[in-house]
């Protein structure tokens, strides 16, 4: 059985990838972290509550992904959360025969490069510039106070920041932050899946720095950063009911499609 297999025929066949970043860093750089469930064609995953459950395209409708599921719940009694990558119906129905309730969705919103960008505002005492040694405690600073509330990304810390930026893809000129003399008042960590595909990766703006224009100008900033580079399309992940950060990517370009929705389903 090949995770890596299963998970690259699933992603070409859903046209999203089954497992998120998270997931990957721990099974790459934390290994005894993963709890897992093995078939020739399918696995399951849980870190923490967390559970990935994957099955091969060509081994679907044969009750795989139910034999699975009801293997973890006879070993783990808690709280699960499992997210379906693309709001897959074979997960739902499986989400809905297990007890599990849908909770949260996850927008994929996406913006053509060919639309022109506006030019990135100056603010009054701001700098933007690329990641530089020595920014890391700031960085890690802001993002806590920027995602405090949220559950994956304002846990980063200085280990997970290296894993991040230990990654292929990782360019210290696509980590933009906005300076104000020593202090760090947002960044904007862009990612590029290829020379055509870019991500707005992570927007944090320090709360004591909000109503500054800091999140437009960064994002701007970003943008023109993965346009020049040769980006034809840029993608960002949303809450959907985040409607403030809705209106400011939909005004800067962004769109929404009802396929590009991952959703969460908990039981416990």
Not at 81 to 97: C, E, F, M
Not at 235 to 244: F, I, Q
Request: proline residues 5%; negative net charge; without cysteine.
């Amino acid at each position: 059985m090949d995770i890596d297999a299963i998970a690259a025929a699933a992603e070409q066949a859903d046209g999203a990838a089954p497992l998120d970043e998270a997931t990957w860093l721990t099974l790459r750089h934390h290994p005894d972290r993963v709890t897992r469930w093995e078939l020739e064609q399918a696995f399951a995953l849980l870190v923490g509550a967390e559970l990935s459950l994957v099955v091969h395209p060509e081994a679907r409708r044969h009750g795989l992904g139910g034999e699975l599921l009801a293997e973890v719940l006879a070993a783990y009694d808690g709280e699960l959360r499992a997210w379906s990558h693309g709001d897959h119906p074979g997960a739902a129905a499986l989400a809905r025969h297990h007890g599990f309730d849908r909770v949260r969705e996850l927008w994929v919103m996406r913006r053509p490069g060919s639309l022109p960008l506006a030019e990135v505002p100056a603010l009054d005492g701001v700098t933007i510039r690329g990641f530089e040694p020595g920014d890391e405690a700031e960085l890690i600073r802001v993002n806590a106070a920027a995602f405090a509330a949220h559950p994956e990304q304002g846990a980063m810390d200085a280990a997970n920041l290296a894993e991040r930026m230990s990654q292929e893809w990782f360019d210290p000129a696509g980590l933009l932050v906005a300076v104000d003399g020593d202090r760090m008042l947002g960044f904007h960590w862009t990612k590029r899946h290829s020379p055509e595909l870019g991500e707005v990766y992570v927007v944090g703006i320090d709360p004591a720095a909000q109503g500054r224009g800091l999140g437009k100008a960064l994002t701007l900033a970003g943008l023109h950063h993965l346009a020049d580079g040769g980006a034809r399309e840029v993608l960002l992940y949303v809450e959907s009911d985040n409607a403030p950060a809705i209106a400011v990517y939909s005004g800067l370009g962004f769109g929404h499609a009802a396929h590009d929705t991952h959703v969460m389903y908990r039981r416990g």
